[in-house]
């Protein structure tokens, strides 16, 4: 009975866990009229924050975050890259209308769980998007500061 019971409460962790995803991408577009530009040409449009997340046994991916977006995961893929981070922050930040995006900020982390056959992976990116002041919200631009 009492190896049932663990290995359900193992599945329902499991299942929480893959339904929730590894990934994460948060942006605001809120800033209460506070200018967090370098300059006065440039008038912010959102800040943005992704956090991607891997699970490893034995050094070997088992549940990492997907560069597919936020609140995906892949499964035995080492997708946990500084690259795919950077690259979901300037595409959110693009997909709100910036032209630009100005102190980006990565973190990452690691901690061992469960002693030491499992890991925990993170690594977190930040920045502000802007675009020209005198650019209406709606208008195309050419991109001058990000692929």
Do not use: W
């Not at 929730?20 to 912010?44: D, H, M």
């Not at 990492?64 to 977006?69: I, L, P, Q, T, Y």
Request: glycine share 8%.
């Amino acid at each position: 009975m009492k190896k049932s019971l663990v290995s359900l409460f193992a599945a329902a962790v499991a299942g929480v866990v893959l339904m929730s995803g590894c990934t994460t991408v948060e942006s605001t577009q809120k800033f209460n009229a506070v200018n967090v530009c370098n300059t006065s040409s440039e008038r912010p449009v959102c800040q943005t924050h992704v956090v991607m997340t891997g699970y490893y046994f034995l050094g070997l991916p088992t549940l990492v975050g997907s560069a597919a977006g936020d609140g995906k995961a892949s499964i035995f893929q080492n997708t946990l890259t500084t690259e795919n981070v950077v690259s979901l922050l300037t595409r959110e930040v693009k997909a709100k209308g910036a032209t630009r995006l100005l102190n980006v900020q990565v973190q990452s982390s690691s901690q061992s769980m469960l002693l030491p056959f499992f890991s925990e992976r993170s690594i977190q990116a930040s920045g502000t998007g802007v675009r020209p002041a005198g650019l209406p919200a709606g208008a195309t631009v050419n991109s001058y500061g990000m692929p």
